[in-house]
T-cell receptor, first 116, second 114 residues
Framework: AQSVTQLGSHVSVSEGALVLLRCNYS??????LFWYVQYPNQGLQLLLK??????LVKGINGFEAEFKKSETSFHLTKPSAHMSDAAEYFC??????????????FGKGTKLSVKP | NAGVTQTPKFQVLKTGQSMTLQCAQD?????MSWYRQDPGMGLRLIHY???????DQGEVPNGYNVSRSTTEDFPLRLLSAAPSQTSVYFC?????????????FGPGTRLTVL
């Protein structure tokens, strides 16, 4: 069965500092992985996704993530944090089987705070 | 395109009451789903549908019913509300429900059961 673990429920960085949000997965099939962002009182918005093409995936708002099969990881990074990046970030893996293949299994989320 | 819309935005129920959370999408997506979000739990799948007339259970289906009579709509029914169903509910849709498809989320319904 597929699962996702996000290390750190809260991460705090200073404006301009590197953002690193960690995600490890477990999957019995080749994984397809997603990062979503949720701004306060809003729905989820796709940041980026890995679908077995390039292992380094670039997304919106300057975020990128690297798929590392040997480490079963898909960490999200951004070189320089902005105040507007403060939000909750969710890593997810698609279920991968038959009619339920599109179902997403989410991690518990990481709340990012950005200090001025 | 309005995308995925949900109504109502907020709802307060008493234990035992029933209600329907509405979800609609105008992107002609075949796949639709309902998740609930609880603090520290991430999002958990309640029910999903891969097309009109086809529904199936997700991880946490107890206490909820769904039906899909049209491609556009996927309502979620709470039969007899319980305090444990206090949560934020999100509807999502994707083109075909394939592993690579992006899911598009609605703005959510915040439900409180007293």
């Amino acid at each position: 069965a597929q699962s996702v673990t996000q290390l750190g429920s809260h991460v705090s960085v200073s404006e301009g500092a590197l953002v690193l949000l960690r995600c490890n997965y477990s999957s019995s099939v080749p994984p397809y992985l997603f990062w979503y962002v949720q701004y306060p009182n809003q729905g989820l918005q796709l940041l980026l996704k890995y679908t077995s093409a390039a292992t380094l995936v670039k997304g919106i708002n300057g975020f990128e993530a690297e798929f590392k099969k040997s480490e079963t990881s898909f960490h999200l990074t951004k070189p320089s944090a902005h105040m507007s990046d403060a939000a909750e970030y969710f890593c997810a893996v698609s279920e991968g089987y038959g009619g339920s293949q599109g179902n997403l299994i989410f991690g518990k989320g990481t709340k990012l705070s950005v200090k001025p | 395109n309005a995308g995925v819309t949900q109504t109502p935005k907020f709802q307060v129920l008493k234990t035992g009451q029933s209600m329907t959370l509405q979800c609609a999408q105008d992107m002609n997506h075949e796949y639709m789903s309902w998740y609930r979000q609880d603090p520290g739990m991430g999002l958990r799948l309640i029910h999903y549908s891969v097309g009109a007339g086809i529904t199936d259970q997700g991880e946490v289906p107890n206490g909820y019913n769904v039906s899909r009579s049209t491609t556009e709509d996927f309502p979620l029914r709470l039969l007899s509300a319980a305090p444990s169903q206090t949560s934020v509910y999100f509807c999502a849709s994707s083109y075909m429900g394939l592993r690579t498809d992006t899911q598009y989320f609605g703005p959510g319904t915040r439900l409180t059961v007293l």
